[in-house]
């Protein structure tokens, strides 16, 4: 170990483990300075520390908003080899390593009614300031901006296991990279305080791990995380069992994950290739599974599966023994449960935050397009309720049509366009997806009931888009079909309705679409 003395600054708002980092760096020969609250932590936990006022010879001043903006710190952070001599004569104290995070100006934002003066307050300069002087003078100085990566410093300072110099690299990277969130965050946040702009100019995202290839096995892919992140998301899921998540499986878990959350009772989505293809809300989720998987068991082969409440042993055994299944998400599984799915140890099983507990709602979705992306908000509407629709038919529809007309509006929104659904007791018996003409979808989806044997009397049929002509609904007609939602909004519309009174046929308007392209 060497004798020679070695300083350390550390102010952090993020004071996690910084007893453990602090006594390793003085059981290595290190000096600590520190700041204001972290000082007043460190001396709490019996750490010897500095105050920075003995460094700079100068008082924290206006509440803490000056303290390290001083030469004798920045130039203690930039110092290079080559300038020992100018720091001797300064009498200047070179900085081998500074932990810094950031005044918490995100977490700050997020509190509800949060006054436009105390998230100014949290803009941190100083830390930025001193993060990318250490950051760009990597070779001299170690910066560390999350406590979890202090075990790393620890495991790897002066060890054979990683240079020096590439650990600095290493952190240095993810400083530049954590500054350059922050300064984002402010700036989007400005934008919509000061402009009033509702999509932010800047987006910045954190790559949470690379998948084993894209769509195709030609192509690469990474998994990536919006650091705006909703808290009901795949992305924000835990993997309990199976081998990781293909990029296939993510977009088809997304869809079945997004579309369940919107049911109150025991719920079941299956998705097939991004669409579902059988959904279901019963008493108990045995029931919801067993009619979701009956409306095209054959899709349903290699599918996801969605569930809105607890998976026990008996609905996990009745899946496995049933179907081959890629993906099973709920938001709670069962120890039975789990230990049977070990049987099938490539099934992956995905637990997910009760969205009971959780706000999603502002969230932004963003789709690529070549040389850019659009950016769009999530599509939900707090006028998109059953109770809001308006019946534009003579024939009025009856309480349990109205139940199935809101059900198949839900699954409606998750089938890629043009969508059709068909719905009796709040299970799908049919699903028609992605076709360039409506009819077709709807041929489709008749046809889907037909080969699972499933009738269609008196059932209710759902579509994402207006009807451009009467044709879908003389086709629900034949079909046994009593009631029909859709947006309105086509020059034909009373055509359509003149159709739908001519065949007594019930007719809701919603007066919002749900295109999914």
């Given at each position: 170990?060497?004798?020679?003395?070695?300083?350390?600054?550390i102010?952090?708002?993020?004071?996690?483990?910084?007893?453990?980092?602090?006594?390793?760096?003085?059981?290595?020969?290190?000096?600590?300075?520190?700041?204001?609250?972290?000082?007043?932590?460190?001396?709490?936990?019996?750490?010897?520390?500095?105050?920075?006022?003995?460094?700079?010879?100068?008082?924290?001043i206006?509440?803490?908003?000056?303290?390290?903006?001083?030469?004798?710190?920045?130039?203690?952070?930039?110092?290079?080899?080559?300038?020992?001599?100018i720091?001797?004569?300064?009498?200047?104290k070179?900085?081998?390593?500074?932990?810094?995070?950031?005044?918490?100006?995100?977490?700050?934002?997020?509190?509800?009614?949060?006054?436009?003066?105390?998230?100014?307050?949290?803009?941190?300069?100083?830390?930025?300031?001193?993060?990318r002087?250490?950051?760009?003078?990597?070779?001299?100085?170690?910066?560390?901006?999350?406590p979890n990566?202090?075990?790393?410093?620890?495991?790897?300072?002066?060890?054979?296991?990683?240079?020096?110099?590439?650990?600095?690299k290493?952190?240095?990277?993810?400083?530049?990279?954590?500054?350059?969130?922050?300064?984002?965050c402010?700036?989007?946040?400005?934008?919509?305080?000061?402009?009033?702009?509702?999509?932010?100019?800047?987006?910045?995202?954190?790559?949470?791990?690379?998948?084993r290839?894209?769509?195709?096995?030609?192509?690469?892919?990474?998994?990536?995380?919006?650091?705006?992140e909703?808290?009901?998301?795949?992305?924000?899921?835990?993997?309990?069992?199976?081998?990781?998540?293909?990029?296939?499986?993510?977009?088809?878990?997304?869809?079945?994950l997004?579309?369940?959350?919107?049911?109150?009772?025991?719920?079941?989505?299956?998705?097939?290739?991004?669409?579902?293809?059988?959904?279901?809300?019963?008493?108990?989720?045995?029931?919801?599974?067993?009619?979701?998987?009956?409306?095209?068991?054959?899709?349903?082969?290699?599918?996801?599966?969605?569930?809105?409440?607890?998976?026990?042993?008996?609905?996990?055994?009745s899946?496995?023994?049933?179907?081959?299944?890629?993906?099973?998400?709920?938001?709670?599984?069962?120890?039975?449960?789990?230990?049977?799915?070990?049987?099938?140890?490539?099934?992956?099983?995905?637990?997910?935050?009760?969205?009971?507990?959780?706000?999603?709602?502002?969230?932004?979705?963003?789709?690529?397009?070549?040389?850019?992306?659009?950016?769009?908000?999530?599509?939900?509407?707090?006028e998109?309720?059953?109770?809001?629709?308006?019946?534009?038919?003579?024939?009025?529809?009856?309480?349990?049509?109205?139940?199935?007309?809101?059900?198949?509006w839900?699954?409606?929104?998750?089938?890629?366009?043009?969508?059709?659904?068909?719905?009796?007791?709040?299970?799908?018996?049919?699903?028609?997806?992605?076709?360039?003409?409506?009819?077709?979808?709807t041929?489709?989806?008749?046809?889907k009931?037909?080969?699972?044997?499933?009738?269609?009397?008196?059932?209710?049929?759902?579509?994402?888009?207006?009807?451009?002509?009467?044709?879908?609904?003389?086709?629900?007609?034949?079909?046994?079909?009593?009631?029909?939602?859709?947006?309105?909004?086509?020059?034909?519309?009373?055509?359509?309705?003149?159709?739908?009174?001519?065949?007594?046929?019930?007719?809701?308007?919603?007066?919002?679409?749900?295109?999914?392209?």
């Amino acid at each position: 170990m060497s004798t020679n003395k070695k300083y350390a600054l550390i102010s952090v708002s993020d004071k996690s483990n910084i007893e453990e980092l602090a006594n390793f760096l003085i059981s290595n020969n290190f000096k600590i300075i520190s700041t204001g609250g972290t000082y007043k932590k460190l001396k709490e936990l019996k750490v010897e520390v500095v105050s920075i006022s003995e460094i700079t010879n100068f008082p924290e001043i206006m509440d803490g908003r000056v303290k390290t903006l001083h030469p004798n710190v920045h130039a203690g952070l930039l110092a290079r080899k080559c300038d020992d001599q100018i720091l001797s004569e300064l009498n200047i104290k070179r900085i081998d390593v500074l932990v810094v995070n950031f005044y918490p100006f995100q977490s700050t934002i997020n509190k509800p009614n949060v006054e436009f003066e105390d998230a100014i307050e949290n803009i941190d300069i100083g830390g930025p300031a001193m993060v990318r002087a250490a950051a760009k003078n990597y070779l001299n100085c170690t910066v560390l901006t999350n406590p979890n990566d202090y075990d790393y410093f620890i495991n790897n300072y002066n060890s054979q296991k990683i240079s020096d110099e590439d650990m600095n690299k290493n952190m240095s990277l993810k400083a530049f990279q954590y500054v350059a969130h922050y300064d984002v965050c402010i700036a989007n946040y400005l934008d919509k305080e000061i402009k009033g702009e509702s999509f932010p100019r800047f987006h910045t995202f954190k790559k949470i791990s690379d998948l084993r290839y894209g769509e195709n096995p030609h192509q690469k892919a990474s998994l990536f995380q919006n650091y705006n992140e909703r808290e009901v998301s795949i992305v924000n899921s835990k993997t309990l069992q199976g081998k990781e998540l293909s990029f296939n499986n993510i977009v088809d878990g997304d869809t079945a994950l997004s579309c369940v959350i919107n049911f109150e009772k025991p719920s079941c989505v299956i998705v097939k290739h991004a669409n579902p293809c059988g959904v279901s809300s019963d008493n108990n989720l045995q029931d919801a599974y067993k009619n979701a998987y009956l409306t095209d068991s054959v899709s349903a082969f290699g599918g996801v599966i969605a569930f809105n409440s607890e998976v026990n042993e008996e609905l996990m055994k009745s899946i496995l023994d049933n179907q081959f299944v890629e993906l099973i998400i709920a938001p709670l599984f069962s120890k039975d449960a789990l230990e049977y799915a070990k049987t099938k140890k490539n099934v992956r099983i995905i637990e997910y935050i009760d969205y009971k507990k959780t706000n999603s709602n502002n969230a932004k979705q963003i789709k690529n397009i070549s040389d850019g992306i659009l950016m769009q908000d999530l599509d939900y509407s707090k006028e998109d309720k059953i109770q809001k629709y308006k019946v534009v038919s003579k024939r009025l529809p009856t309480q349990e049509e109205l139940d199935d007309l809101g059900f198949a509006w839900i699954v409606a929104k998750y089938v890629k366009s043009n969508a059709i659904v068909f719905v009796k007791n709040k299970k799908t018996l049919g699903i028609g997806a992605g076709q360039m003409s409506r009819i077709d979808s709807t041929f489709i989806a008749s046809k889907k009931a037909e080969q699972a044997n499933i009738i269609l009397d008196n059932a209710v049929m759902a579509s994402d888009a207006f009807f451009p002509f009467s044709d879908n609904v003389e086709k629900a007609a034949q079909l046994g079909i009593k009631a029909i939602i859709q947006p309105g909004g086509s020059k034909n519309d009373q055509e359509v309705i003149d159709k739908a009174n001519e065949l007594n046929l019930s007719l809701v308007f919603t007066g919002i679409r749900h295109f999914r392209h």
